[in-house]
Structure formats: C-alpha cells, structure tokens
C-alpha cells in the first residue's frame, strides 16, 4: 500500500507512477484505491491497463474487502493500493474506519509511506516513526521521499529516518494532476493523461528501488478469504439465456462507476452496453434497462443540452417505463434543467451549481418499495458533489431518508439521487434492477447502427458505406486527391526489385525473404512477423481468429476492418472519436468485456496521432489490440509507433502500398505478440503472399530505403503544411493532421461540385462518427494543392457563403 501521512503528499503521483513502471518493467499489475474516490481509479487503469478497483469498509463491510481484493488482482503478479487522505484518517468519530490503515490490516498489506519532504529535514524521521509505531496491526514498511531537493537535505532525512527509504522522487512539474472542484481531473478528461502516466512510470522507474519494493509486496502473508464473485454475491443468478441490454452511460462526461457494478449485471444475465451521451443520438438497441452513474455533466452541460434526440428518447424511455437507475451525475442528467441547460426533463427539479461542497458518508434508509429497496432497508453510500436540485426530492416518492431528510427521486421503474452506492456491498440492488429489466419490454427506440449513412443531392448512394474506399473516386481522369498514394515515381531499386521478381514466377512463393527482412528492420524475431497481402488480408485473418465476444473498432478509421468483422458473423461494437475533441482517442470509452480493439495510428481520414501510451493501456489479459500503422511510414521519424515493442496481446499492421506507391502490389505485414502473430499465421491462406511482394517487402526493408522513406516522409510533411495553410486562409475547417491526407469540413454538396471541376477528392459520410459535410483531401505538391483551392473558392463563391467551420 502506498499511504501518506496526510492529504497531499503526492500518494497518486507516486502510487500511479509505481504501477506504471512495475508494468513497463513485465509485471501484471492490479490498481485499487482506498475509500470512494472514481478519479484515481482511472489513471490506475491506465498505467495498468485493467480496471481500477476501490476498497472501501464502509461501502462493501469489512468482511468483502479482501475478498474484493482477490477478485481485482486475479492474474496479477502485484497488487498496489493506493491509500486515501491520512494513514489513519477513516470516518469521523469511529476511531478510523475505512482508513487507509484500516484496509491495510484488513488485507495485512504492508505500507509504504510517501511523505512530502519539500519543507522538512530531520523532522521527517520523528513522523515516520511515530507512525509506523502508532497501531502494531498495520505494518509500515518503508518510505519514499517525494518533491525532494538538495541532496544534502536528502541525506540528512535519511539518516533520521530509521526505516528503509525506498527512493527519492524529486519534483517535476510536468507530472503534476490539475485539480477540479471533486478532486483530480478524471484520466478521460486529459487528453494529455496517457503521456502524463508514462512519464510517471519513467519518473518512478528512475528514482524509486522497483525490486525492494516488489521484494516487500511478497512479504505479505497470505489471505484467508476467497475472490469475490459476482454470480455467488447475487446468490441466484438468472439462468435464463435471454440477455437484455443495460445501457450505461460514459464518455467524458459519465465516468464514475464501480466495475463490479457491471460485472454484477453481467452475471445477473444481463448485456452491458456501453453509450455516450456526448456523441450517441439514441440508446443501444434493444435497451430495457438504464444505468446513468457519476461524472461532471455540468462541464458540458451545453453539449448534453445539444444532443436532443437522445435527451428525448431517454425521456420517453423513462416515462414508459424502462427501468432506470441514476447516482449523481445521472440525477443531473435527467433534471429539467442543468445550470438553465435543458436536460432530459425525466424528474422534476431543476439542478444548479451551488457554492459548497457537499461530501459526506452516510447510511441511508429507504422509506418505501422502489425500483431497488424495499420499505426500511438500509444501505452504506457516499456524496461528493457541488450541486443542488430544486426540490431536492419528490415528496410522495423520495429515493433515500439521508440524516433524517428526504432525498431523490424513485418509483417502480426509476432510482434517481445523489447518494452513490456500491453494489458488490449491496448485491440484492443490482439483484433487483436485473429482474426489472429481465421483466421490461424493450421500449426504447433502436439506435440506428453507426454504419448507417445519409446522402445529401449531387451524391450517389453507396451500396455499402464500409467498402467504399478512395480508388472508386478517382476514375474517369479526375485530378486524384482521393487515394492516399504518393504521388511521385517509384525508386529505380524498387522497380528493379519487381521486375527480377517475375524470373520466380514458375515456383511458388516463399515469404520467409520478407519475414527475415522486417525482422531486421523492426529488431523482431521472425516468429514476431507475418508478411501479408496488404493490410485488408491482416484485417480479415484477425476477424477469422477467434469466436470474438466484443469486439470493438475505434471509428471514424479506415473501414475494412469493421467489415472484416461483420463479413465473419461477428456484431461490432462502435466507439467513436468526437470532432469537438479533434478526433482524439479516449480510451475508458472501450468496454471493459472488449476482447479484440482495432483502432488506427495515425487515423484515416482524420489524421489523429493517437499517443502510444494510450494504445498500450488498451492491452490486458484476453485481448487482442490491433493498431492500423498503414500510414506511419509517412511520418518524420514514426512517433508513436508500437512496431518494435514487445506487449502481450499486441499486433501492429504495416502496408508498403501507399509510401511506396505500389497498391496494385498488395504487400503488407504483421509485427507483433508471437503468440498472436503465429495464429494468425496458420490461419493464412498458402502463397497469399505473391512474388512482387514478396520482392517489394524485401527491398522496401533496406537501409536505402529507409532514408527515402525518411526523405518521402519529410516532403509529404511540407506538403501537408501549405494545405493547411490554404484551408486556414479560405476560412475552411480542417482536423490537424500528422497523416499525408487532411480531413476538411468543406460543406454538404462540395464533394460533387469538385467533381464537375475535375477533382476527386474522398467522401467522408461513409466512414461511421462522419456526415456528408466532411471530405478527406490527400497530401499533394503545391501546384495541385493550389488548383483545389482555387476549385473550392469557386464553389464556396457559387454558394455565396463559406460552407466550412472552424474544427
């Protein structure tokens, strides 16, 4: 455990920074968190790459913790725990109950102490001994230094310090968590938090002993106490094989939830799916229940307010019925209004700001049969918020008597209040939530499917949106902005590679040439790679893997995956990056039960770099993570590229077609975990790979031609920019882009008026999250790139008003 003194030591830093490092280091690592809290929780899960997991006395009984604690760290190698405010500071008025202390004799875990050193000397060891002296049931086993300076002054404290000092942490700005009125930003707030946490690991690994500690974490004896496990907690599951679906909402602004809410949901028979009410206009089809947890809605209240077609749609679930749940965030959510933003209007009160901070840990009482309690029953929650609503509670149906006071909204289908409540200490709620779905008609409108697309005049239909692609747009001898090749000749070796190749025509091809070749170039095993025909045949081999349970692609991206997947029977489930975000990549918006994410790096058509930290949070035991690389190649140095790291359940997809201008050569290749690599092997069709790419593999992996993909790379670099800077000019929005191609909102209706110009530039509608407004403009030398902007002054002139907006 790592625990403080007191608030403000540094604890998350440190404790995030650890399990960072420890996994960078090979180790399976489980996050947990001592007491309520959901935002540390969530950089836990990303420096882990697993759920983070709470442990709290007073929400579950001290008698589930350890089981709880097993049930999270189930596959791990070490757990950390993270302590919360002071080692012995618990409940007010209990002598310290659910204190960080308190867990840790509960789970005879040792302690750690991080102490802020940055204002003390000497004085630091009379406070840590004091401490590990205080209560003999709780075992402080060292301490860590944290926003240390001189290093006379750290050895100063070392000599007054009688346990083991386990590593200094010198201060770095860099690092440091942003607070918000709760507490920290949540991880999926940050765009930047997956670099953050990987510097912390980096951090840590520098200045803190990984092997002492790990040395210690063994020392722990072990538990008598079983896992907790969900279906045993809810003593009698549904045995039905019917699954309705629970729609639980996330996205940035719905993030607080416990993951064994859903799991309990999960065995109670149920199908969690998984909505943003960001960016989703309805609820998952076939919705029969609803889960709307904590979060900071009134951060973007105007884009909740936005959103009408599902604040509709919600409100109309609720009001016939659809069993419907709502802690916090999700209370705000269905209100009539949130700070004068119209919300769904499903409860009647009205929710504001308030000036302070409401945060207290209490019992509640039901005070009559609703949704989730009968008549006197009495349940263990917490309250962390700064708003108020007006009433705070229906008169002749308040959710929970909280210190002797009415509180929420509830009746036979809906549970709606402040308080939040863990289920695994209170299983018969989700018991009886899971009865009243599996009882529910599904009255919700279907959500129409993400591939779905609309045409807008001067548009043809397309058949089938997922295989569109470029090369059907640039024929009829348009000028080609659509297909993302590069557009100068090939290299004389590589020509002279694909015509030498036809003398092994009349034999079958080999491709161990080529495996051997990006072995090399990317410091792999062979047993590491996979040549391909092309990046689509790598698509299709993974959908034919496995019997995929979830599997997951990460839209608006390049579609063939997507269709891969369906064509092989599998359902996708779509998550979508958000404009207003610039396309960035939220990874707490994949689902937990996802076992297979395909997401691409850079994107096509958006031209998002997603950070490698973030894609390697994806990776988790039973998952399968494929990441799109297609096109970074035509990046200045390849940033953020996984091709030469060794992750468990990682494969990373390379084509040469588009660099080296060679599509009708269909040459590609998998790099990645052996494992994954050698199923997808045998799972390939003999000689798919041909002779010319065979050949074109080989010499595309040279020293030679990494300096002219190097050089390739820089040149479509300067490209890029003058586009950019002509779309900036004309007052055109764009996403910025690190990709050869630029993705501009250009207005309904410029796609077709290009073309009667001469100029094929890519439709965007048929990429899942995009809509007709969108195009996507390939990367050209500047005389090209001047003759379509001429073109779109000349159609936004036509029009007599610009059709872009500013992204």
């Excluded at 990303?46 to 983070?52: D, N």
């Excluded at 500071?89 to 750690?112: E, K, N, Q, Y």
């Excluded at 707030?189 to 946490?197: D, G, L, M, P």
């Excluded at 001898?477 to 659509?482: N, T």
């Amino acid at each position: 455990m790592i625990a403080a003194p007191m608030t403000g030591q540094g604890k998350t830093t440190v404790a995030t920074g650890l399990m960072a490092a420890l996994r960078e280091a090979g180790h399976v690592v489980s996050g947990h968190k001592v007491g309520p809290d959901y935002i540390d929780p969530g950089y836990h899960a990303l420096a882990t790459g697993r759920p983070g997991r709470n442990l709290d006395p007073h929400l579950v009984g001290e008698e589930r913790v350890a089981p709880l604690l097993l049930h999270g760290a189930r596959g791990a190698d070490v757990a950390v725990v993270e302590g919360v405010m002071g080692l012995h500071d618990g409940r007010i008025g209990t002598g310290g109950f659910a204190s960080s202390a308190h867990v840790a004799s509960l789970t005879r875990t040792p302690v750690v102490l991080v102490v802020d050193v940055s204002r003390m000397s000497r004085s630091v060891g009379a406070l840590v001994a004091g401490m590990a002296a205080y209560d003999p049931a709780v075992e402080v086993v060292g301490v860590i230094l944290n926003k240390a300076g001189s290093e006379r002054n750290v050895a100063e404290i070392t000599r007054a310090t009688r346990l083991p000092v386990l590593g200094v942490v010198h201060r770095d700005e860099r690092i440091a968590s942003p607070s918000r009125h709760l507490g920290l930003v949540p991880a999926s707030e940050r765009a930047e938090s997956a670099h953050t946490v990987e510097r912390l690991g980096e951090h840590v690994a520098r200045q803190v002993d990984l092997d002492a500690l790990l040395s210690l974490a063994r020392s722990a004896p072990a538990l008598d106490a079983r896992p907790w496990d969900p279906a045993h907690a809810l003593e009698a599951p549904s045995a039905t094989s019917r699954r309705p679906v629970v729609a639980v909402a996330g996205g940035r602004a719905f993030t607080f939830r416990y993951t064994e809410t859903e799991e309990l949901l999960t065995a109670a028979g149920c199908e969690v799916v998984g909505f943003d009410p960001l960016g989703d206009t309805g609820l998952p089809a076939g919705t029969r229940g609803v889960y709307l947890g904590g979060g900071f809605p009134e951060v973007y209240a105007g884009r909740l307010a936005d959103n009408r077609s599902l604040l509709a749609e919600l409100r109309e679930a609720v009001r016939e019925g659809v069993p419907t749940v709502a802690e916090c965030a999700g209370l705000l959510y269905l209100a009539e209004s949130l700070d004068g933003a119209p919300m769904a209007g499903a409860v009647p009160a009205h929710a504001r700001m308030a000036e302070r901070l409401t945060l207290r840990y209490p019992e509640a009482v039901s005070p009559g049969d609703t949704l989730l309690t009968r008549a006197g029953e009495r349940v263990t929650g917490h309250e962390f918020h700064r708003t108020r609503t007006t009433p705070g509670a229906c008169g002749e149906g308040p959710a929970w008597e909280v210190e002797g006071a009415p509180e929420g909204f509830a009746s036979p289908t809906l549970h709606a209040s402040y308080l939040h409540v863990h289920w695994a200490g209170h299983p018969r709620i989700a018991a009886r939530f899971a009865e009243a779905v599996h009882a529910a008609p599904a009255t919700a409108p279907a959500k129409p499917s993400p591939t779905t697309r609309t045409t807008v005049p001067g548009t043809e239909p397309v058949a089938d949106p997922l295989r569109h692609h470029g090369d059907a747009e640039a024929r009829g001898g348009l000028l080609d902005l659509a297909v993302n090749v590069y557009p100068g000749d090939r290299p004389a070796w590589l020509d002279r590679a694909l015509r030498e190749s036809l003398d092994h025509a009349a034999v079958y091809p080999d491709p161990e040439p080529a495996r051997a070749a990006i072995a090399r170039r990317h410091a792999r095993r062979p047993a590491e790679v996979l040549p391909t025909a092309g990046a689509a045949e790598a698509f299709t081999l993974v959908a034919r893997l496995r019997p995929w349970r979830r599997p997951v692609v990460v839209h608006p991206q390049f579609t063939e995956p997507h269709a891969a997947l369906e064509q092989a029977g599998h359902t996708v489930t779509t998550v979508l990056c958000a404009a207003g975000d610039g396309f960035a990549f939220d990874a707490q918006t994949v689902p937990d039960d996802a076992d297979l994410v395909v997401v691409g790096n850079p994107t096509n058509p958006t031209g998002a770099l997603h950070p490698a930290a973030a894609l390697r949070g994806l990776c988790r035991p039973g998952r399968l993570v494929v990441v799109d690389e297609a096109f970074m190649d035509a990046l200045p140095g390849e940033p953020e590229s996984l091709a030469g790291e060794r992750i468990e359940g990682l494969v990373v997809l390379r084509s040469l077609t588009k660099h080296w201008s060679i599509p009708g050569i269909r040459a590609g290749y998998v790099v990645g975990d052996e494992t994954a690599v050698g199923e997808l092997g045998r799972a390939q069709t003999p000689w798919s790979v041909s002779a010319p790419a065979i050949a074109a593999t080989v010499a595309c992996m040279s020293d030679e031609a990494s300096a002219e993909a190097g050089r390739r790379a820089e040149e479509l670099d300067g490209w890029r920019a003058d586009l950019e800077a002509g779309l900036r000019e004309a007052g055109l929005g764009f996403v910025p882009s690190r990709a050869p191609f630029v993705l501009v909102r250009a207005g309904e209706g410029v796609h077709a008026r290009l073309r009667e110009q001469g100029i094929a530039v890519r439709r965007a509608d048929t990429f899942p999250g995009l809509d007709a407004a969108w195009v996507r403009v390939a990367v050209r030398p500047p005389e090209t790139t001047r003759r379509l902007l001429s073109a779109l002054a000349r159609t936004r002139g036509a029009e007599g008003e610009p059709h872009g907006a500013r992204v």
